[in-house]
């Protein structure tokens, strides 16, 4: 039976994998059983990744590297990748394709841009096929609504949310009404009062948050908790889709 990670991980422990996945760091496992590096798969963090425009799948790669994390549900309400913009036609696809081994991968849809929970769920099950087969992995669920996806995944550890600005402190807020460690991407809300109602339910949970802030170097070592509103700065950032 796989233990309960949300009384065995510590905070240091979640922010510091969670701050090395955003500056894109990675503790490289051996591709076979046993080892040094071999984390089991009952001491992974489980997670769910809500966001899956442009920038959401950007970051996805990211973590996927990351052998601390298991990938085992994605959540948009966009299904095909149509419509989506991004800063080159190309840069997207092509890291895509390097990061999951596969150089003929297509996003589908429109055929420009990739993006959409399809998409999503492809890139997760395509990077854990060709990169751990050893892993066996079932699987990635793809939701249009987040809060069914927190309602589903009852084997759940954390969710990393990568939605509009506006949908970050909603999701979080569920998350962690669920009992599930928060990841979030800037910012912590539009509204200074949700802000602080987020930030009072943090601190009085057992979820343990990290919050990522980017400025406009791509600088992510200042890693603050939801429940730290002191440290809840604004900071000077690149826009993100």
């Given at each position: 039976?796989?233990?309960?990670?949300?009384?065995?991980?510590?905070?240091?422990?979640?922010?510091?994998?969670?701050?090395?996945?955003?500056?894109?760091?990675?503790?490289?496992?051996?591709?076979?059983?046993?080892?040094?590096?071999?984390?089991?798969?009952?001491?992974?963090?489980?997670?769910?990744?809500?966001?899956?425009?442009?920038?959401?799948?950007?970051?996805?790669?990211l973590l996927l590297a990351n052998p601390q994390f298991q990938v085992i549900a994605v959540a948009d309400p966009n299904k095909q990748a149509i419509g989506y913009k991004d800063w080159s036609k190309t840069g997207?696809?092509?890291?895509?394709?390097?990061?999951?081994?596969?150089?003929?991968?297509?996003?589908?849809?429109?055929?420009?841009?990739?993006?959409?929970?399809?998409?999503?769920?492809?890139?997760?099950?395509?990077?854990?096929?060709?990169?751990?087969?050893?892993?066996?992995?079932?699987?990635?669920?793809?939701?249009?609504?987040?809060?069914?996806?927190?309602?589903?995944?009852?084997?759940?550890?954390?969710?990393?949310?990568?939605?509009?600005?506006?949908?970050?402190?909603?999701?979080?807020?569920?998350?962690?009404?669920?009992?599930?460690?928060?990841?979030?991407?800037?910012?912590?809300?539009?509204?200074?009062?949700?802000?602080?109602?987020?930030?009072?339910?943090?601190?009085?949970?057992?979820?343990?948050?990290?919050?990522?802030?980017?400025?406009?170097?791509?600088?992510?070592?200042?890693?603050?908790?939801?429940?730290?509103?002191?440290?809840?700065?604004?900071?000077?950032?690149?826009?993100?889709?």
């Amino acid at each position: 039976m796989k233990k309960d990670i949300r009384q065995t991980i510590g905070r240091r422990r979640f922010v510091q994998v969670t701050a090395a996945t955003a500056l894109g760091l990675t503790i490289l496992p051996r591709h076979v059983l046993g080892g040094k590096n071999y984390i089991a798969p009952s001491d992974k963090i489980t997670l769910a990744y809500i966001g899956c425009g442009t920038q959401g799948i950007r970051e996805l790669l990211l973590l996927l590297a990351n052998p601390q994390f298991q990938v085992i549900a994605v959540a948009d309400p966009n299904k095909q990748a149509i419509g989506y913009k991004d800063w080159s036609k190309t840069g997207l696809l092509n890291g895509i394709r390097t990061a999951i081994k596969q150089p003929d991968w297509n996003s589908g849809g429109d055929n420009t841009i990739p993006g959409g929970r399809d998409n999503g769920k492809s890139i997760v099950d395509t990077f854990y096929a060709n990169n751990h087969p050893e892993l066996k992995y079932t699987g990635c669920n793809a939701y249009a609504d987040a809060r069914e996806l927190l309602e589903k995944e009852k084997d759940l550890d954390a969710v990393k949310i990568m939605t509009p600005d506006h949908l970050h402190g909603v999701l979080a807020t569920a998350a962690i009404k669920k009992g599930k460690h928060v990841l979030m991407h800037k910012p912590l809300s539009n509204r200074l009062v949700e802000g602080k109602k987020l930030i009072e339910l943090a601190r009085n949970s057992k979820s343990i948050t990290h919050l990522i802030p980017w400025d406009s170097n791509g600088n992510a070592q200042r890693g603050p908790q939801l429940d730290q509103p002191a440290r809840l700065a604004p900071i000077p950032h690149a826009p993100h889709g």
